[in-house]
């Protein structure tokens, strides 16, 4: 029906509409994806780097513990050097897993949109502050689904954590067996294991949350017919405008051919569909130039002007087809071409009783 063709979306967006969409910052993205791959990296970098920061707990305990810092807790001099000397271990502690969750951070935005800088999703919007649209959009059916979204994402995980602690059940009930040092290894050992299994499962719903963020936005940007058209007229241009800069381009050739082919010492043409002004003036240049040529109704009007100024026209069609094809106007011909014009311009000479350069 008509009105299917003006108001359905059944169109593929176009690759405008996805740059125009791109250059707003509606793109898909998932925030769970996000945070899965930024909690199963800071739970990899823990495990690396979780000894050293034991340790550098250890120094810093000991620093503040041992008074070294703080001779004389009432002078503000020695409490900031404490406090400096321990903001500057747990610092070192600190930044190697802060770094690395942040490099994370950033290549999991790049690997869901690449490289994207636009500051208008930041511009503040009066029509977001309603709190009658955030009504509707908290009870709309895209906010139904992203909260049926989070509550299956929290049941899964809640499951998976569930299973894992009751397969490690034994473990822990173990525990109480062990000495300090052991009991704290292997309870580090049981909540690291539990730690990765639970990321390894958010990082899953992270991928799966993403392509269905690039399906949903795919279908948000798709395009009735109507609007599939309209975007090509704005790519190609309006007609009437289109029309118009033809008419004016047409007219400034024209204009050229009436002052340049007057020039010309012959017409080499084709006979019908090419013609091919060439100039000859042996004291300022090296080879016969072409000041214009034209095809079909251009042709036809070279020929016109020619005859209006009793320029010679010779009919040559491989010569006029080459020429054509090789040479643009204000250029020189190539010395390929030499010996054939340079027997028409001897032809022309000839008839003209002008004497050959």
């Known amino acids: 029906m008509p009105g299917d063709d003006f108001g359905e979306k059944t169109e593929a967006p176009t690759p405008r509409r996805l740059q125009e969409a791109r250059d707003e910052g509606q793109v898909a993205k998932s925030q769970d994806f996000t945070a899965g791959l930024t909690l199963l990296g800071a739970v990899v970098l823990l495990s690396i780097f979780g000894h050293q920061m034991l340790a550098g707990m250890k120094v810093l305990i000991q620093t503040m513990m041992s008074g070294s810092f703080t001779p004389n807790a009432t002078r503000a001099g020695d409490v900031w050097r404490l406090w400096e000397v321990a903001g500057t271990l747990a610092v070192k502690m600190v930044l190697p897993v802060a770094l690395g969750v942040m490099v994370l951070a950033l290549v999991a935005g790049f690997l869901q949109v690449g490289v994207l800088v636009t500051f208008k999703p930041l511009m503040p919007k009066f ?152 100039q000859y003036d042996g004291t300022k240049m090296t080879a016969p130039k072409v000041v214009a040529k034209g095809a079909d109704m251009l042709a036809m009007r070279i020929r016109q002007i020619a005859v209006q100024h009793n320029i010679p026209i010779v009919e040559r069609p491989p010569l006029a087809r080459g020429l054509y094809r090789a040479v643009e106007v204000g250029q020189e011909i190539p010395a390929s071409f030499y010996a054939a014009v340079a027997e028409i311009l001897a032809y022309v000479y000839r008839l003209s009783g002008r004497k050959s350069a």
Not at 140 to 167: E, F, P, Q
Not at 198 to 210: C, E, H, M, P, R
Not at 225 to 239: I, N, S
């Open 127 to 278: 029509s977001k502050l309603s709190p009658i649209s955030g009504f509707k959009n908290l009870f709309s059916m895209r906010g139904l689904m992203r909260l049926g979204m989070s509550v299956t994402k929290v049941a899964i995980v809640s499951a998976v954590a569930a299973v894992c602690i009751k397969w490690d059940l034994p473990k822990v009930l173990a525990l109480i067996h062990l000495d300090a040092a052991a009991l704290l290894a292997a309870a580090s050992a049981l909540v690291w294991s539990l730690a990765i299994k639970i990321a390894a499962v958010l990082l899953i719903l992270g991928l799966l949350d993403l392509a269905y963020q690039k399906w949903q936005n795919h279908q948000e940007m798709k395009m009735s017919k109507q609007e599939v058209k309209d975007e090509f007229k704005r790519m190609e241009g309006d007609p009437m405008i289109k029309q118009r800069r033809a008419q004016v381009a047409k007219q400034i050739a024209m204009q050229r051919l009436r002052q340049d082919v007057p020039k010309a010492d012959v017409i080499v043409t084709n006979p019908t569909h090419f013609a091919i002004a060439l």
